[in-house]
């Protein structure tokens, strides 16, 4: 069974360019997450869906960031414009159910923004 | 709110060494426990959980018991390999299946 995937792996961009993260979750998975990691601590959601709605996105930065999931399947996450700080790993989990059960994690795609 | 919080690392050790990792824990209710591990270059993996207090999470020789008296959810391992080296993060699930997760510690076994 395929995991959690994400694309890109690595992305360098400079400050106030835009940059979208791809992830495709494991077949079955209605619920999907993104996730901020910063160097040094441990992830913080930004965004859990439940299949195509957005459930819980109290800590996304709206001002800059978005996230789609139209079909209920892959999601994508953007920022526009990114800023110094943005540079971190965006990871994507997925889990079946209502968000209860077991995440799986992609390898996360770590942003550099200069 | 709910918060975790474990031990900084690094954390080094020999070959066939006894590993504890602290983690404590503040929150309403009544969480859900869990170990993540992070090996270089791939996602996070849950190493165990435990969903109400006594219980005890173990996989892969790793142990920890949920402690409401001292909420705490200690990670053990009788005896560390070197393929145990990853960056191993506590966590807690709240009722609203919010995940937080603590800042992570990183293991490195010698041979």
């Known amino acids: 069974e395929a995991g959690v995937v994400q694309s890109p792996r690595y992305k360098i961009i400079e400050k106030k360019q835009p940059v979208a993260f791809w992830c495709n979750p494991i077949s079955g998975h209605n619920t999907l997450y993104w996730y901020l990691q910063n160097l040094g601590q441990g992830p913080e959601l930004l965004i859990r869906y439940e299949n195509e709605e957005a459930v819980d996105d109290s800590q996304l930065p709206k001002d800059r960031f978005s996230a789609e999931r139209l079909k209920g399947v892959d999601s994508t996450l953007k920022i526009q414009p990114a800023e110094l700080g943005d540079s971190a790993v965006y990871l994507c989990?997925?889990?079946f159910g209502q968000g209860g059960n077991e995440q799986f994690f992609g390898p996360g795609t770590r942003l550099t923004v200069l | 709110g709910n918060s975790v919080t474990q031990m900084e690392g690094p954390v080094t050790l020999s070959e066939e060494a006894f590993l504890t990792i602290n983690c404590t824990y503040t929150a309403t209710g009544y969480p859900s426990l869990f170990w993540y591990v992070q090996y270089p270059g791939e996602g996070l993996q849950l190493l165990l959980k435990?969903?109400?207090?006594?219980d005890k999470g173990s996989n892969k020789g790793f142990e920890a018991t949920y402690r409401k008296e001292t909420t705490s959810f200690h990670l053990e391992k009788g005896s560390v390999q070197v393929s145990d080296s990853a960056v191993y993060f506590c966590a807690l699930k709240g009722g609203t299946y919010k995940y937080i997760f603590g800042t992570g510690t990183r293991l490195k076994v010698l041979a």
């Open positions: 435990a969903t109400k207090a006594d």
């Open positions: 989990a997925s889990s």
